[in-house]
């Protein structure tokens, strides 16, 4: 079995697979201030509840876009799994991939292990849209690298600076409002960030394939691209595994040297 981690700005997602199919997977809430103890408690209970068979677990794969936990998760997964053999996505192994990076020490393993996931299921000018903390535009250009990204910042972060910044919005659940014409506090805030964003994404995609004079094949992921995905002109390809099932292509790469 393989272990498959992937420690976002927001939340932890993680996954067990086996015979090239998902067991389970789970996402929990990123802490930085978690010592490798108390993840070892988390990620021990949730195996048990799941039915994994820790001794099973022989190998594992580890992306972070939070430096600070790299050292308490190897300590963590030292202790739970071991004898498994760990990976960890940095970019002295991104030569070893079969999409380009180019800029590698510029660039999240979040961002490489999508671009490498979307690559073996679509190949060539591909663009993946991750809605998480921050919404990223990965563009997979005809020369099999990653001709670019683009950064927005993601919808509960949105939600988040709205209601941290003024005196009377709130916190609120991002759905699509009954209308564009908000009627009330709530419904105004969920039609200018749900229809405001569905709106951006439109536009980088169109100001892409305008830039590159090609058509790309969408891919969207993260938690809140099911809100998104449908209001948009383009996105017809969601996956909500699409880190984990990169960073599971990143090992197969790595294993094989």
Sequence with gaps: ????????NTNVVFGVRADKKWVNH????TDPLKTADEYKVIFRSLLKAGNISRSEIRNIVLSSVVPSLV???????????PGSKLVVVRPELYNKLPVKVLNPYEIGADIVANAVAAFQKFG??????DF??????????KN???SGVAIA????TAVGALAGKTAQLPQIHLTPPPSVLGKNTIHAIQAGVVYGFAGLVDSIIERTENE????????ATGGLSTVIAPLTKQIKNSYNLLTLDGLCHIHSFIAEE
Excluded at 1 to 8: K, T
Excluded at 124 to 129: D, G
């Design 132 to 141: 998480g903390t921050a919404l990223t535009f990965t563009t997979i250009g």
């Design 212 to 219: 590159l004079n090609e058509k790309l094949t969408i891919v």
């Design 71 to 81: 050292r308490p998760f190897n300590e963590m997964l030292a202790e739970l799994l």
């Design 26 to 29: 789970w996402r929990i809430q």
């Design 124 to 129: 060539n000018l591909t663009m993946v849209i």
């Design 1 to 8: 079995m393989l272990l498959a981690i992937d420690i976002g």
């Design 153 to 156: 910042p993601g919808l509960m």
């Design 144 to 146: 099999s690298e990653i």
